[in-house]
C-alpha cells in the first residue's frame, strides 16, 4: 500500500513567503498521478516534499499510513527520476544501476540478477558496460529510470523525466513508462509541463497554480468541465477561445450577445445563468468546436459567425484558423479544406452543446 496524502502542507523556503500555502491532496495506491502548472508553481517543491529532499514547513505528510514529516528519505521507500538524470558520470551503466542496491548490502548475485532483469525490461543489456557520456538522451534517460526500477520502491516520482527528449523519442517513452506503471503496480507521481503527456498517461490530474490546487480530476474531465478560465486556458492545445459576451434573454431563451452575434445557449443553461441576464460574462469555445462543415450550420443559421483569416495553419488532416471577434483572439481548428484561404471571411457554426460560461469577476465556471 502506498497512499500519499497531504494534510494542510505548507511549503516555504524562506519563512516569508509561502510556496505551498496549505497542500490537501491524497494520492491513491497504485495511481499514476500527475501535477501540471506553470514554471514555478511548486511541481518540484511537492515531489522533494514526497521525497524528503525538502523539509516540509508545516501540517503532515503521509506515506502509507505514516507519517512522514522526519523520516529520512532513504527510508521511505521511494525513488526519484530527474529531468537531468543525475548519473554518475565515472561508472558504468551497471555501476549506476547497481549502486543504491549495494549501498543496502544486497549480496552480488541478487544485485546482478535485478539489473540484468531491469537492463532486459528497458532494452539497456548492450549498454551496461559503457558510461553515460557514451549514451544518447533517451538511453540515458532509460538507465536513470532502471535505476529507480532495482530498488523496486512502491512510489516513483518522476520530474520532467522526458523533457530533455527530442520529440519521437518522447512519444515512444510516454508508451513505455504507461506499461511500466501497468507492470509495476506502483503509485507513480509525474510532473510535466506536457499537455500530451499529462493527457495520455495520468489517471488523474492536478492543476497547480501558485502552490494552489485549482483542479484535480481524471484527464477527459479537466477537458470537458474545467472549473475556472485558469483550468480551462491551461489544458488544451490550442488552448480554449475566450469571448466576452453579454448573456440577454428573449423570447423564453436566453443568448450569449457579442459582436453582431446572438448565440442561442442550451435550456439547461437557462437555470444557472438566471442571474446573469443583461451582464457581461466570458464564453469559452475550444477551437475544435467551431465547424466549418455544413452540417454544424444550424437552419436559422444562429449558431453561424464569420471569422477573418490572419493566419492559416496547415496541420497535415486540420487547419488551425487564427482570427479576432471584437478584439478577442480566436483559434478555429477544422478539416483541411482547400477553398478555406489566408486573409478571407470565414464562416463557422458554434457546436452550441460544448459552450462552457464563466463568471467575468471570480473566473469561474457558471455552466457548460
Ligand atoms: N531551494 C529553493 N530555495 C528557495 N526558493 C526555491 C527553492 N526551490 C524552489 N524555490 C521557489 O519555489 C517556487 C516553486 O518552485 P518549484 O517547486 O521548483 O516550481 P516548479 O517545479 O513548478 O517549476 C519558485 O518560486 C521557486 O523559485
Ligand atoms: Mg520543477
Known sequence: MATITFKNVVKSYDGVNNVIPGLDLEIKDREFIILVGPSGCGKSTILRMIAGLEEVTSGDLFIADKRVNDVAPKDRDIAMVFQSYALYPHMTVYKNMAFGLSLRKMPKEDIDRKVTQV????????????????????????????????????????????????????????????????????????????????????????????????QIDTPQNLYNHPCNMFVAGFIGSPQMNFINAKIIAADGKLYASFSDYKIPLLERMCDPLKEYIDKDVVIG???????????????????????????????????????????????????SNPNIKLNSNVSLAINTEKIHIFDKDTQNVICD
Do not use: C, W
Not at 124 to 151: C, D, N, T
Not at 180 to 185: R, S, V
Not at 298 to 310: A, P, Y
Open 119 to 214: 537492463a532486459k525490461i528497458l532494452d539497456i543489456e548492450k549498454y551496461l558496460k559503457r558510461k553515460p557520456k557514451a549514451l544518447s538522451g533517451g538511453q540515458r534517460q532509460r538507465v536513470a529510470l532502471g535505476r529507480a526500477m532495482v530498488r523496486e520502491p512502491s512510489v516513483f516520482l518522476l520530474d520532467e523525466p522526458l523533457s530533455n527528449l527530442d520529440a519521437k523519442l518522447r512519444t515512444e517513452m510516454r508508451s513505455q513508462i504507461t506499461q511500466l506503471h501497468n507492470d509495476l503496480q506502483a503509485t507513480f507521481i509525474y510532473v510535466t509541463h506536457d499537455q500530451t503527456e499529462a493527457m495520455t498517461m495520468a489517471d488523474r490530474i492536478v492543476v497547480l497554480k501558485d502552490g494552489i490546487v485549482n
Open 285 to 335: 469555445i475550444r477551437p475544435e468546436n467551431f465547424h466549418s462543415e455544413k452540417f454544424y450550420f444550424k437552419e436559422d443559421e444562429s449558431n453561424k459567425i464569420e471569422l477573418f483569416t490572419n493566419i492559416v495553419e496547415m496541420m497535415g488532416s486540420e487547419l488551425n484558423l487564427y482570427g479576432e471577434i471584437d478584439g478577442n483572439k480566436i483559434v478555429a481548428k477544422v478539416p
